[in-house]
């Protein structure tokens, strides 16, 4: 199966969860949360550092159950500018 590529908007999509997972984790270390949403700190670093910018919806949903965030929260931060 060929994956599309992703447009710039879906890039810099991921980079605002990814900034935003980034300021919710804190002083809390990467493994420390990866390991409170039952995912690899490998998997929470390319979150967070852009690459990989479309996550399955689980793994979004349990680190944002892990840092305490709710979804609306990080649909909105995570919206196209302007709307």
Not at 27 to 34: F, I, N
Not at 67 to 80: H, K, Q, R, T, W
Request: charged share 25%; with cysteine.
């Amino acid at each position: 199966m060929v994956r599309t590529p992703l447009t710039p908007e879906e890039r810099e999509r991921g980079e605002r969860l990814g900034q935003l997972l980034r300021e919710a984790r804190g002083g809390s270390s990467m493994a420390e949360v990866a390991a409170r949403a039952g995912i690899s700190a490998e998997t929470l670093r390319k979150i967070e550092t852009g690459r990989a910018p479309t996550p399955a919806f689980f793994t979004v949903a349990a680190l944002a159950r892990a840092l305490g965030l709710s979804m609306d929260e990080l649909a909105g931060a995570c919206a196209p500018v302007g709307v």
